[in-house]
Structure formats: structure tokens, C-alpha cells
């Protein structure tokens, strides 16, 4: 069984940074997209930020545009996630992803981690 695990979640400040990290254990992984999505108390799942495995296209969701940047190790087989300028409007669970074709899509993402807590405080 492929897993996803995420890391690198915390308490920050307004306007503080926190760089999330993605690895995955038991093979490598080829598939088209990895993903970063969040969920906050209340609230849907959604889109934040994906990148393509082997060419390096990169997408974002507007909120987070020019804060945030997404890359990855394909060597390590990691994606990480820098998040900087965080308001506590981005505080939510944070899931990384893989697999979708279309890299916006939640429900096209074949595998999932368990969450990473992202927290910041007014």
C-alpha cells in the first residue's frame, strides 16, 4: 500500500512562514500530479496549489498566488509546499496528494495523506 505523509504543520503568526513537506513510502511515484489541498472547520476540502511530476508545471488556487510555492525532489520523491505572508484565513488542515490527471480536481486524486495541522494566529 502507497502512503502519503505530511509534515512540517504548526503555530505561526500572521504574516510568518511554515514549509510543508510530502513523502511517500513503498514505491515511487510516476503519476501525473501532486497535490496540496486544505480543509478548514466547516468547510469543504479545497484546491491549494499542484505541481506536474515531470515536467514541473505549476498551478495555484488566486488566495494563495505569490505566497505560496509549491515544488518537489523527484530523486527524494517529496513535495514540498512554501508558505509565506500566511494570514489565519489559510489556518486549516493541510492533505498532500497524488495521482490526478487534471490537478484542481479533488476527486481525481488517487492517494492521500492524513492531514497536517496549519494554524495562524491573528
Known amino acids: 500500500q502507497w502512503q502519503l505523509v505530511e509534515s512540517g504543520g504548526g503555530l505561526v503568526q500572521t504574516g510568518g512562514s511554515l514549509r510543508l513537506s510530502c513523502g511517500s513510502s513503498?514505491?515511487?511515484?510516476?503519476?501525473?500530479?501532486r497535490g496540496w489541498f486544505r480543509q478548514a472547520p466547516g468547510k469543504e476540502r479545497e484546491f491549494v496549489a499542484a505541481i506536474n511530476w515531470s515536467f514541473g508545471y505549476t498551478y495555484y488556487t488566486d488566495s494563495v498566488k505569490g505566497r505560496f510555492t509549491i515544488s518537489k525532489d523527484n530523486a527524494k520523491n517529496m513535495v514540498y509546499l512554501q508558505m509565506n505572508s500566511l494570514k489565519p484565513e489559510d489556518t486549516a488542515v493541510y492533505y498532500c496528494?497524488?495521482?490526478?490527471?487534471?490537478?484542481?480536481?479533488?476527486?481525481?486524486?488517487?492517494?492521500w495523506g492524513q492531514g497536517t495541522q496549519v494554524t495562524v494566529s491573528a
Open positions: 496528494a497524488a495521482g490526478a490527471e487534471r490537478p484542481r480536481r479533488a476527486n481525481e486524486y488517487d492517494f
Open positions: 513503498g514505491r515511487t511515484f510516476s503519476g501525473y500530479h
